[in-house]
Every structure is written in structure tokens, then in C-alpha cells.
């Protein structure tokens, strides 16, 4: 079973920067580990739907960002550690949030998921 681990959050004042990451193990019911998959970020403020916030490829070679973080948020992937990342930088107080890491059912993003990790929270105070 494939597992998605969080880390990274925590308070930070406005304007700096945080890194999250995602540590993935294990493989889909199709046996596929997370490499093979395309990923993603999401984020759920309170009260608020869970939002799109980025999404990159099996490779890494293409990135897809939602406009609210585009130009401040990085997202990455190390594949031989079978890890996602998410800079964040410029933070404002509208990212606070808990953030998810997700698998996408393709290796390309398909913005379907199967797996998704337990959050971890950014609180950006001012």
C-alpha cells in the first residue's frame, strides 16, 4: 500500500520562506511505486474547500502551478529519495493551511488521485 508522509509545516511570519516534503513508500495497487506517477500539492484553509496548488510529472520536467502561488511556490521531486518538495516562499497569510501531497493516477497529471498523505499544517502569521 502506498503511504504519503508530510513534513515541513509549521508557523512562520509573512514574507519568509518554509519547504515542505512529501516522503512516499510502498506501491499502488497496481504496483507501481510513486516514481512512475505524476504528484501533487493541495491545501484545505478553514472553512475552505481543499484547493489545487501544484503538480509535477514522473520526471520532474513539467510543473503546473495554481495562479495564487505561481511565481512564490516551487514544487520538486527527488526521485531517487522518493521525494516530493514544495518551496514556498514570500508567504502570505491567505497560505495558511494544511497542506496534502497527493498521487496522480498518471505518470503525466491527470488530476486524478488515489493516494493522498495526512497533512501537515502552515500557519503564516503577520
Known amino acids: 500500500q502506498l503511504q504519503l508522509v508530510e513534513s515541513g509545516g509549521g508557523l512562520v511570519r509573512v514574507g519568509e520562506s518554509r519547504r515542505l516534503s512529501c516522503a512516499a513508500s510502498?506501491?499502488?495497487?497496481?504496483?507501481?511505486?510513486?516514481?512512475?506517477?505524476?504528484m501533487a500539492w493541495f491545501r484545505q484553509a478553514p472553512g475552505k474547500e481543499r484547493e489545487f496548488v501544484a503538480s509535477?510529472?514522473?520526471?520532474?520536467?513539467?510543473?503546473t502551478y495554481a495562479d495564487s502561488v505561481k511565481g512564490r511556490f516551487t514544487i520538486s521531486r527527488d526521485n531517487a529519495k522518493n521525494t516530493l518538495y514544495l518551496q514556498m516562499n514570500s508567504l502570505k497569510v491567505e497560505d495558511t493551511a494544511v497542506y496534502y501531497c497527493?498521487?496522480?493516477?498518471?505518470?503525466?497529471?491527470?488530476?486524478?488521485?488515489?493516494?493522498w498523505g495526512q497533512g501537515t499544517q502552515v500557519t503564516v502569521s503577520s
Open positions: 509535477i510529472n514522473w520526471s520532474g520536467g513539467r510543473t
Open positions: 497527493a498521487v496522480d493516477r498518471g505518470a503525466t497529471a491527470i488530476y486524478e488521485y488515489d493516494y
Open positions: 510502498g506501491r499502488t495497487s497496481s504496483g507501481h511505486a510513486a516514481t512512475s506517477h505524476a
